[in-house]
């Protein structure tokens, strides 16, 4: 390793280091006395074997190293020579003796480290090589002494630190090697990685973190027991197979193979799920784990490292994953869950800003042969994969996306979780129509609920809205579980004024309910009305989409989008209502880029390919893609209302709001047939705006307020037959 000439290796500090040892220090205090003995060795090894006293001796000076000096005895010398550099003969002559003394001594190898190192090698097949040096790192991460005296070696090739601990633990050097190779058992559980790299010793080998607390901790007999900050066993599924009826064919498929993987003992089997925070992947594993009969172990999400030249726990994350399936290899009927591997699958450069190249490849390879290799099939979640290369995407054997689950699904899960809480179907079938409540939102906001300890139906179902709206405000969805359409005016056929014969579509519709319409005209004709209630009446989920919704700033994840759009309607079976469609069907020959015909072009395919009800609006006929309009099957023009409509939605209005009868009828009909350029929409307003009034709802109080809506529109004012002379009263 190169590193620039104004930096040396003793200007990194590792940040882990420091939080291993404040761990190891806070629980495990008297490490450095309880294993004292053998400490001294591994140090006297290192200064006389390994000829570091006469580093020591020349470099620096003694005070350099008092605190080695004095946990071997030596603290006299360095006051002796606390203004003076010693000798290196001298030094040697002082230090031989300790180590012959040091020599002599047996049975060193006692208390709790020692004991849960056998245990831990019979649990997964380590021979006394692989023993001591995991039991070395153990000890060169936690008592600081150790790591002072190999930084008197300098910087090390791997060679050289191979040659060095073969010398401080009297081992063979073939049988170091050996152990410390990629193909090793210290590499692939994870527990010791020797860098390739060059550096100082106590810097090249990394380890779980967190194993030094296992392995020094004797408060747990039970070794499994210990390792649960690495793997643990799998959480109990909360959903049933049905709950995930919106992705039957790949449920199916996943329950197959497993099953036939199991039972071959088949390697090299990993499956990803991803998709959106809070689709249920996690869920999914647990329930295809539940319904296989086989046992699920979860790869902890909290494990640390202590490889120093890396901030980021990827890799111990990896590491874990390792040892887990060397400790469960011979368990039958096994499954591993890996959550959350986008901190897994991190791209390297971290170090390059200090001049430190690393090895993408080579981490890339080693990820690549643990997916061809891996004794136990592994289940891969994800909320995002962007950040995951192709070729590592290529290696796994089934992939499948986790969207937001259909409405059907939703209200079946959000069910399910309420459990005994007090609530009605309408209103789980209401907040039920928000695509964006995953079902972890549900679980959580039910838990909230249950604590707060709500008995009454109105308290928890408003409690419940509140808890789940602020979340989705933080997420930056729309906080408003309410109705998303409530219908502000009783709707009739004979209150729109379409082109086409609109009770003979809804009767065609019913046979067969399928194919792709654009309904066009002035703003609040009621052309989205009508999909609501045709939904209502076919008993179908209807499924809304605006252009807000699939725009995406990003080229390529609008089309994307689009195609989501498509599949999410088609997997609840629902009518699909793209409201504001001229945003993708504008003519192509006006489009200035490539992305804008490419939207169009993908829009038209999944809309060729839809076999479902696909209903389109939009209030700019005139700017629409001409050949775009041939690929409908029917076109309908919603227009303003007639005069007879008007007087009719001008009765009903004020009938719906319970008005009194009116005075003068002649001349107030006379006055509401004379408006042109109304709509239904305009009903609607002026309903809306009589709720925040101190008048209540009349024939004047509506004419006024339809009077105001024209006023605002650019389509004109309404006919002034015989109106000026007979002007309505203004209420102020």
């Given at each position: 390793m190169c590193y620039p000439c104004h930096i040396t290796i003793r200007d990194f500090k590792p940040i882990n280091n420091t939080r291993q040892n404040n761990i190891v220090n806070k629980f495990f205090p008297n490490t450095s006395e309880q294993y004292r003995p053998i400490i001294e060795r591994w140090i006297l090894r290192t200064l006389i074997d390994l000829r570091g006293y006469t580093l020591m001796s020349m470099s620096y000076g003694l005070e350099e190293y008092d605190k080695v000096l004095t946990f071997i005895g030596l603290e006299r010398l360095i006051e002796k020579y606390e203004d003076d550099r010693l000798k290196k003969k001298k030094l040697r002559k002082i230090l031989k003796p300790l180590h012959q003394k040091n020599a002599q001594l047996s049975n060193l190898k006692q208390g709790p480290l020692f004991n849960n190192m056998d245990k831990l090698a019979e649990l997964i097949g380590m021979n006394t090589t692989e023993k001591e040096l995991l039991t070395f790192c153990m000890i060169l991460n936690t008592v600081r002494e150790i790591e002072n005296v190999t930084e008197i070696l300098g910087s090390l090739s791997s060679a050289n630190i191979i040659n060095s601990l073969a010398v401080i633990l009297d081992i063979d050097t073939t049988k170091v090697r050996k152990a410390l190779s990629s193909d090793g058992l210290l590499h692939r559980t994870g527990l010791v990685r020797l860098s390739r790299d060059t550096g100082q010793l106590f810097y090249q080998l990394a380890t779980i973190g967190d194993m030094s607390e296992v392995l020094l901790d004797d408060s747990q007999p039970d070794m499994m027991k210990s390792l649960t900050r690495f793997f643990s066993l799998g959480k109990k599924a909360t959903l049933l197979p049905e709950d995930f009826k919106h992705l039957q064919d790949d449920y199916q498929l996943l329950h197959r193979y497993l099953q036939i993987s199991s039972k071959e003992k088949r390697k090299g089997v990993n499956i990803l799920i991803y998709g959106v925070p809070g689709t249920g992947k996690t869920e999914m594993v647990r329930t295809l784990a539940t319904s296989l009969k086989m046992q699920l172990y979860e790869v902890s999400t909290d494990v640390t490292s202590t490889d120093y030249y890396d901030e980021d726990d990827h890799d111990s994350?990896?590491?874990?994953?390792?040892?887990?399936?060397?400790?469960?290899?011979?368990?039958?009927?096994?499954?591993?869950?890996?959550?959350?591997?986008?901190?897994?699958f991190i791209r390297d450069g971290n170090m390059e800003r200090f001049g430190i190249r690393t090895s993408t490849n080579a981490k890339k390879g080693a990820l690549n042969h643990i997916l061809e290799s891996n004794q136990l099939p592994t289940l891969w979640v994800s909320n995002v994969i962007s950040h995951i290369d192709e070729a590592i995407i290529r290696r796994f054997d089934y992939v499948v996306e986790l969207k937001i689950p259909p409405k059907s699904t939703r209200f079946g899960i959000i069910k399910k979780h309420m459990g005994d809480l007090d609530v009605s179907e309408a209103w789980i079938d209401k907040i039920s129509n928000n695509e964006d409540l995953a079902p972890a939102l549900i679980s959580r906001a039910v838990n909230v609920v249950k604590a707060l300890g709500e008995k009454q139906q109105a308290q928890i179902e408003a409690s419940m809205e509140r808890i789940l709206g602020n979340t989705l405000n933080a997420m930056g969805y729309d906080k408003n579980l309410s109705n998303p359409?409530?219908?502000?005016?009783?709707?009739?056929?004979?209150?729109?004024?379409?082109?086409?014969?609109?009770?003979?579509?809804?009767?065609?519709?019913k046979k067969n309910p399928r194919g792709t319409f654009c309904f066009y005209g002035p703003s609040g004709t009621g052309k989205s009305e009508f999909v609501h209630q045709l939904a209502n009446r076919l008993d179908k989920p209807l499924l809304i989409k605006r252009a807000s919704d699939l725009l995406d700033a990003y080229v390529g994840m609008t089309e994307h989008n689009i195609c989501n759009m498509f599949e999410q309607a088609n997997y609840d079976q629902s009518i699909l209502l793209l409201d504001e469609a001229d945003s993708f069907l504008r003519d192509r020959t006006l489009s200035r880029e490539s992305w804008e015909v490419s939207q169009v072009n993908e829009l038209l395919t999944q809309m060729e390919q839809f076999e479902g009800l696909f209903f389109c609006t939009t209030n700019l006929m005139e700017v629409l893609d001409q050949a775009s309009l041939r690929r409908f099957d029917l076109k309908i023009k919603f227009d303003y209302l007639k005069a007879d409509q008007i007087w009719v939605l001008f009765l009903q209005t004020l009938a719906d709001a319970g008005s009194v009868a009116i005075e003068d009828e002649t001349t107030i009909k006379n006055k509401v047939r004379a408006?042109?350029?109304?709509?239904?929409?305009?009903?609607?307003?002026?309903?809306?705006?009589?709720?925040?009034?101190?008048?209540?709802?009349?024939?004047?109080?509506l004419l006024d307020a339809l009077i105001r809506e024209i006023k605002f529109k650019q389509y004109g004012a309404f006919k002034e037959i015989g109106f000026m002379a007979h002007q309505v009263k203004r209420e102020d």
């Open positions: 994350r990896m590491d874990s994953y390792r040892l887990c399936l060397q400790v469960l290899k011979r368990k039958e009927n096994t499954l591993i869950l890996f959550d959350e591997i986008e901190d897994a359409h409530p219908s502000i005016l009783t709707y009739r056929l004979e209150g729109v004024n379409p082109d086409y014969n609109l009770a003979g579509l809804q009767k065609g519709l408006l042109q350029g109304i709509t239904p929409g305009d009903f609607a307003t002026a309903v809306r705006q009589n709720r925040f009034s101190e008048k209540e709802m009349s024939a004047d109080y």
